[in-house]
């Protein structure tokens, strides 16, 4: 496969386990994301969507089959390496932003860059590059619950970035935001295609946002149903 | 992650639940300052009884008559003819009240010569002339005597005659000279509040031969034991023989127990300062479950999440160590402060106190300093593993789907 590829499934499989029930949550997922597109991952609640996403991100590992991104086959990986996977070759974005309240923006952005071990000089540079892409700079040392909702998801996105890495995982990263702000995000995300050269795969809800992206997923009873090219 | 940025973080964390901090940083300080307070004040016994005892020097005996009958001249003859013998001091001794002045003094009838032995190898007169061999009633007076206890001002000066009452009977002397300060004696009286006259106008005047007590000087500190044992022997049941090594042997041990018993109460405090960090840091890892989750989702290694938990743990025993030590030498002055109101005013002068057990200067054990701030230490840390280790294995996607 080349390079052309960004992230390739193949024949993945996850099953949970409760006790004694099994549940799979996916069901033998083959998939290919092409490198510098936008991609959306649809689906009803429960079709494998967050798992997908967490799978793919190395947050998870796959029952079954095999998961290359980058070139690199992330089941193979062990902890450390896998942490060492999501630190440079991942940004995540959450739908409930995930920032720690008691740091400021400022520290916040910084932290992928802190756990990867840069100088302090280094990081600030790059932390305010970041925070200067989405206008940030003027809120940097406030803390993340003086902020508004829009404003804390772009904050998550910076440090999405922060790191420089090429693929961005968003799950439902709209979901708690108003139509203008969930805008500004899936314009900000088509931008960091368009202009900066990543790969997004993002799991929503809002069938509006699609007109977005250059490929939707649908999803259901743990299986890929369709892929749509636009 | 470099150690500086996880310190950092762990702090951060820590401070994100002051109150909750504070109260276990502060039963851990508990524990350290109860263990610096209380061995410093042992310590401080012990420094000062020590230094009373090397004024007596290492190779003394004292052999004190036990019945109603003294120890005779044929007794210290036969004392100093035993080999490892060097200086036989007999002396006598009644006590009684300073008329006028109302206070006790101890009356110690010596010769001379052998007075300068009795004090520690110095007459350190304050004023007048030295004692002499003399069949008449002259004294030399201790500070105490000369001076008020409360305002330290002098009431008896040399020249002036003192009358001391022993039972029914008064003794006249005219004091010859005044003794500077010593500090207290243990098994002597102390020099401050005694009155030193010639022996020889003592058995004239008391009509009773024989001696009350007698120091021994042994020639070498290792024989010691030996000339005490012959002593024993050679007297019998007539006499109490102790060495000043024995006792200083047997404070030794009483110290060192006392200070194991301290140890061990205080350990009960470390006991609930260890379940005090489980607690927080329990709580704290449960709390920050989604936390976790994301940092992990950033990259964070699970060695470095169990790092970030572990330093809470000991920050929370070292500024629990630090602030129990500087609590410790508050109370330990705190505590100074209260034995002499309790236990009444400290003696006047200048100089160590008189007695060593209500008034010494707490010193810092430097031992069981050590001890309480290691103790501080291990018990957080132990006590934040299993957290820790609870927080590095918790799965980044249960985490996050954690509400
Ligand atoms: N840890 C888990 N244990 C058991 N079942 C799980 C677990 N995580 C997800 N599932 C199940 O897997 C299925 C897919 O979940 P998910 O990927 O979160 O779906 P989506 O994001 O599309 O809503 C759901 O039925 C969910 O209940
Ligand atoms: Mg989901």
């Not at chain 1, 949550?25 to 969507?49: E, H």
């Not at chain 1, 809002?206 to 743990?222: C, P, Q, R, S, W």
Request: aromatic fraction near 6%; charge should be positive; charged fraction near 20%.
């Amino acid at each position: 496969m080349g390079d052309e590829f960004h992230v390739v499934l193949n024949d993945v499989w996850k099953v949970y386990r409760t006790g004694k029930v099994e549940w799979p949550a996916l069901r033998g997922v083959n998939l290919v994301i092409k490198r510098n597109t936008f991609t959306a991952v649809v689906g009803p609640s429960g079709s494998g969507k967050t798992t997908l996403l967490n799978i793919i991100g190395g947050l998870d590992k796959p029952t079954r089959g095999s998961v290359v991104v980058d070139g690199i086959d992330i089941t193979r990986l062990n902890g450390r390496k896998l942490a060492e996977y999501r630190n440079k070759y991942v940004g995540f974005v959450f739908q409930l932003y995930n920032l720690l309240s008691y740091l400021t923006v400022f520290e916040n952005v910084e932290l992928p860059l802190a756990i990867k071990g840069i100088n302090f000089r280094e990081r600030r540079e790059l932390v305010l590059k970041a925070l200067d892409v989405f206008g940030l700079r003027d809120l940097s040392s406030k803390r993340p619950l003086e902020l508004s909702g829009g404003e804390q998801q772009r904050v998550a996105i910076a440090r999405a970035l922060v790191n420089m890495p090429n693929l961005i995982l968003a799950d439902e990263p709209t979901g708690n935001l108003d139509s203008k702000n969930a805008q500004v995000v899936v314009e900000t995300f088509r931008k960091l295609v368009d202009e900066h050269g990543k790969t997004v795969v993002m799991v929503t809800h809002n069938v509006e946002l699609t007109k977005y992206v250059d490929v939707v997923i649908k999803m259901k009873d743990g299986n890929v149903v369709e892929v749509i090219n636009q | 992650m470099n150690i500086y940025d996880v310190v950092k973080l762990a702090w951060k964390q820590l401070t994100q639940r002051r109150l909750r901090t504070i109260l276990t940083i502060l039963a851990v300080a508990v524990g350290v300052m109860v263990i610096i307070a209380l061995s410093s004040h042992a310590r401080g016994i012990y420094v000062s009884f020590i230094a009373n005892f090397e004024r007596l020097g290492p190779t003394t005996i004292i052999v004190s008559s036990t019945g109603t009958r003294l120890l005779s001249d044929v007794d210290v003859y036969r004392v100093s003819e035993l080999p490892g013998v060097s200086i036989v001091i007999p002396m006598r001794t009644l006590s009684g009240n300073v008329e006028g002045l109302n206070v006790r003094a101890t009356v110690v009838g010596v010769r001379a010569s052998e007075l300068k032995e009795l004090l520690g190898g110095d007459v350190n007169l304050l004023k007048g002339n030295p004692l002499t061999d003399t069949p008449i009633p002259i004294a030399l007076i201790g500070y105490n005597i000369a001076h008020d206890q409360s305002s330290s001002s002098e009431v008896v000066d040399v020249g002036q005659t003192i009358a001391v009452r022993v039972g029914t009977r008064t003794y006249i002397f005219s004091v010859v000279g005044i003794l500077n300060y010593y500090g207290s004696s243990f098994l002597l009286s102390s020099p401050d509040d005694s009155i030193y006259i010639p022996l020889d106008y003592f058995r004239r005047v008391s009509g009773v031969q024989g001696y009350s007590v007698v120091i021994v000087k042994a020639s070498d500190v290792n024989v010691v034991s030996d000339v005490a044992d012959n002593i024993r022997m050679l007297l019998g049941a007539r006499a109490r023989v102790t060495t000043v090594q024995s006792v200083v042997n047997t404070f030794t041990n009483i110290l060192n127990q006392m200070n194991l018993l301290l140890v061990s109460i205080a350990s009960t405090s470390f006991i609930a300062a260890g379940l005090g960090t489980f607690n927080i840091m329990m709580v704290s890892v449960l709390e920050r479950v989604r936390e976790i989750g994301l940092l992990k989702a950033l990259g964070m290694s699970d060695t470095t999440v169990l790092l970030l938990y572990l330093i809470q743990g000991l920050l929370i025993g070292l500024i629990g160590g630090l602030s129990g030590f500087g609590l410790g030498i508050v109370l330990s002055q705190a505590l100074t402060h209260i034995f002499s109101l309790t236990i009444g005013p400290r003696s006047p002068g200048p100089g160590p106190q008189a007695n060593p057990f209500t008034s010494y200067t707490p010193v810092l054990d430097p031992q069981y300093t050590l001890i309480a701030v290691v103790l501080s230490l291990t018990t957080t840390a132990v006590a934040s593993i299993y957290p820790s280790w609870r927080a590095s294995k918790l799965s980044p996607v249960e985490a996050l789907r954690y509400e």
